[in-house]
């Protein structure tokens, strides 16, 4: 029997869109579905949730929660990743109020920047138990990571970890829907390419039947930057640098240096900013999950509709070797001429029965290469603090990052990111 692994099966909402997914593919009947979680709760509220929809569905897949990581993991075919390491009580309100202390203020905070630097750095070692496991037990399988920090967590598995991973995140998916459905735009028949790093590729082209549309995109956006709307930075940048990016607007605030400033309040308020806003989004899914948990896992008749995420499709592809093309975030093999090799970048992929094949995209527009090298720096140094444990580059990935190091002095960086080690205490490693 081949068999799917879940790691972090207790995010339910997430394991039944993937997993639910995978019961609803005829390709993948049969298969075990391995889940694996430290809460064992949320573990076993995953499964009794997965065991329904198998009913209501007829699929033939089994499901079974295991105590054991390597047990779980051994014989797989594939290894989904969907960790949170700290949770939102300690780690994720740490990541924000220490930084708010020195008057650097976030937005979402899992990606690069204080809050993307940290998280990391208690995220890799983690990971790199799974990939010591995944060797062990199952030196072949193919590892799906949706975590964030993407970039580098996907990075350190490829690189440190020695496991085939590729990197998957909704923001390439939602890109042209989005776009389109704000701007009011016929999506029927548009082309696209969209390639660069995760959270922040570029919508490089985008035509219909020949047809450049970026000119009535940009009339469009630069009417409606006149009155307050969802999506606002985004628009400038595209205004700005030509190319509209995948993530979203309350993310790409926080990439930049040009958006949240001390000196420069009124652009939190023109660009429509909502500061904190991760935090509160935790605060309203731990109120909501208790009805959650009774209609996803109490329900005897709770029922699936196969979802837009790409696992399923990936795993049915490779199994019957029809090609799916999906956004992957993978290892820089020179696809992208102008970033640096030892970067992982998001590119179009197509996936069959050899598995996941990238694409090359050439140079991307200067300015935008560019704007990719200033969350690589970070990305990289970020990498080589985990793997040294030498504090100092931890020191280094801050200064590089271009939100904080337009916010803050050297010294205070320093300051800051002693007091998050402390604060982390046992979340993280030690550090030289």
Known sequence: MSKITFLGAGSTVFAKNVLGDCMLTPALQGYELALFDINQERLQDSENMLRNIKETSGST???RAYSDRKEALRGAKFVVNAIQVGGYDPCTITDFEIPKKYGLRQTIADT?????IFRNLRTIPVMLDFAADIREVCPDALFLNYTNPMAVLTNVMNTYGGVETVGLCHSVQACIPGLFDSLGIDQTGVKSKIAGINHMAWLLEVTRDGEDLYPEIKRLAAEKQKEKHWDMVRYEMMLKFG????????HNAEYHPYFIKRNYP???????IPLDEYPRRCVEQIERWA???EELVNDQNLTHERSHEYASYIFEAIETNVPFKIGGNVMNTGLITNLPREAVVEVPCLVDRSGVTPTYVGDLPPQLAALNRTNINTQLLTIEAAITKKREHIYHAAMLDPHTAAEISMDDIVAMCDELIEAHGDWLPAYK
């Open 61 to 63: 897949c089994t499901v």
């Open 112 to 116: 690069v920047g204080i809050g993307g």
């Open 243 to 250: 190319h509209y990016i995948t993530e979203s607007s309350e």
């Open 266 to 272: 009124e652009l939190v308020d023109r660009f429509n």
């Open 291 to 293: 009805q959650m948990r």
